[in-house]
């Protein structure tokens, strides 16, 4: 199973990525919204990206109890993306929850779970959330938790996609932030590598921000991106 390139467009308004899209010309790239430019501009900003053709995930990342993730994920239905996450630290319960509420809708949605974020280390995890498994043991479990409750996939970092694929199937969508070119500052991600290693390593999606939205000619670092990807070949 393989997807495409996924553009995290974390601007903080409406005329900055409406701007940004602009450059893309006739190809309408899947892109992401994530809490940035969704608390910015309000959910209006969904269905005008969708109505310009381009595909939408909405990365909200809901977390709390499995009774309030219901009702907001009742809401977010509506606004029918074609992608939105939870995260798997809130429980089974809770993605149940949120997965129950789609299916009410009758939203076609893909739910996945966020894992762990890559932009936490292993040392972190032990250190401050007291986690002791390693951070692939750690990711596998809750990928499987996200299973048990009947999600389609989950968010992990590129560098754990293959261990999901063993124990969650190859059809169980691993969606991967955390990519970078080689030339590219890590910023304040941990886990990360580039889009042909990603491909090769079997990511069903690729989710790339900065690398792209702050490169002289995203246009161009987007369409490298989806070769890379596609081929599994380096820049
Ligand atoms: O700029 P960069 O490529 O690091 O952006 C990665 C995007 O993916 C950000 O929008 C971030 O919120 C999101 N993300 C992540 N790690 C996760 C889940 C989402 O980096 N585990």
Do not use: W
């Amino acid at each position: 199973m393989k997807g495409e390139v996924i553009i995290a467009c974390d601007f903080k308004s409406r005329e900055e990525t409406l701007n940004f899209l602009d450059q893309f010309h006739d190809i309408k790239p899947y892109v992401k919204i994530g809490m940035e430019l969704y608390y910015s501009v309000g959910p209006s900003i969904v269905k005008e990206i969708k109505d310009r053709g381009h595909k939408i995930f909405l990365d909200l990342k809901l977390h709390d109890i499995p009774n309030t993730v219901y009702g907001a994920m009742k809401a977010l239905a509506d606004l029918q993306a074609d992608m939105v996450n939870v995260h798997a630290g809130g429980g089974i319960e809770m993605m149940k929850a949120a997965k129950k509420a789609l299916d009410e809708k009758g939203a076609k949605t893909i739910l996945i779970a966020v894992t762990q974020l890559t932009s936490n280390s292993e040392t972190a995890m032990h250190e401050e959330l007291l986690i002791p498994s390693s951070m692939e043991e750690t990711v596998a479990h809750y990928a499987l938790n996200a299973k048990k409750a009947g999600l389609d996939g989950v968010v992990c970092s590129p560098l754990e996609t293959v261990i999901v694929n063993k124990i969650c199937g190859s059809d169980f969508y691993t969606v991967t932030p955390g990519i970078r070119f080689k030339s590219d500052a890590k910023g304040d991600q941990k886990r990360v590598t580039t889009p042909d290693m990603a491909a090769r390593n079997g990511s069903t999606y690729i989710v790339i921000g900065r690398s792209i939205t702050g490169a002289k000619d995203p246009y161009a670092a987007y369409l490298k991106a989806q070769r890379m990807f596609a081929t599994g070949e380096e820049e």
